[in-house]
Nanobody, 120 residues
């Protein structure tokens, strides 16, 4: 049963913007912190951003602060990642995840991933 579905990836030039979407089941969306992770070529998966399900407090990796914004639409059970001022090093497969917040090992639900490629 697929419970997280990402969309919105693609190819963009450096300095450009993309918005990723992740549609979740209602049960997951109303229970868990939603987050984005990414895995670049030859790299380990890393945390990007999360938004707590009850407090709506957001947290970001230092590498994306000021450029990326995570948001939630409760009516659509969807979480977004707005990515601005994209850099070549943002190239990665981006994964949506649902879990207890921190650490990353607490995330039990994962999407299939969506590719983001930033050309320099």
């Amino acid at each position: 049963q697929v419970q997280l579905v990402e969309s919105g990836g693609g190819l963009v030039q450096a300095g450009g913007s993309l918005r990723l979407s992740c549609a979740a089941s209602a049960r997951i969306f109303s229970t868990y912190t939603m987050a984005w992770f990414r895995q670049g070529p030859g790299k380990e998966r890393e945390f990007v951003a999360r938004k707590n399900w009850s407090t709506y407090i957001s947290a970001y990796a230092d590498s994306v602060k000021g450029r990326f914004t995570i948001s939630r639409d409760n009516a659509k059970n969807t979480v977004y990642l707005q990515m601005n001022s994209l850099k070549f090093e943002d190239t990665a497969v981006y994964y949506c995840a649902a879990g207890m917040g921190w650490p990353p090992s607490t995330y039990d639900y994962w999407g299939q991933g969506t590719q983001v490629t930033v050309s320099s």
